[in-house]
């Protein structure tokens, strides 16, 4: 379904998207739409026709899209870490921490990327182990200090 303000419209989308749980929708600078679900991978919609992008992507859970200063899509996936999409290709590459930064914890992103948020030229990433944020080619845990209670 399509809503432009006043009308619902029907898509035709790939049987494989229509059974799909949806987890996350993006609109990057093209204008393009990405899906990500739990089982499929991903789509992308560019407004008349749905593709499957799933080309070197790790795996098909994708949990939370957002693009970069220089319009490199990233995915959160759970269980295969931050998948890439340079701008100017349509070919997925995997990152983890490791491959940014040594960290002297052994847990590596991979594991379990729920949510990405990109601030000015900074791209913050949720785990189930912390905090992390990237920015000028590396990446660094964020430690969040509890505050007390008066």
Known sequence: ?????????????????????????????????????????????????WRMMNNGLP????????????????????????????????DWSVKTIRQWKALDDPFMLGSSVRCLLRDENKIWMGSDDGLYCYESGAIEKVMLEPQLQD
Do not use: Y
């Open 59 to 90: 795996v098909l859970h994708v949990r939370s899209f957002t693009e970069d200063h220089k319009g490199n899509l990233w995915a959160a996936t759970l269980g295969g870490g931050i998948a890439l999409m340079d701008s100017t290709a349509r």
């Open 1 to 49: 379904m399509r809503f432009d303000g006043k009308h619902f419209d029907s898509m035709d989308a790939p049987e494989n998207l229509e059974t799909a749980n949806v987890r996350c929708l993006f609109e990057d600078h093209k204008g393009l739409i990405w899906a990500g679900t739990a089982d499929q991978g991903v789509f992308c919609f560019d407004g008349k026709t």
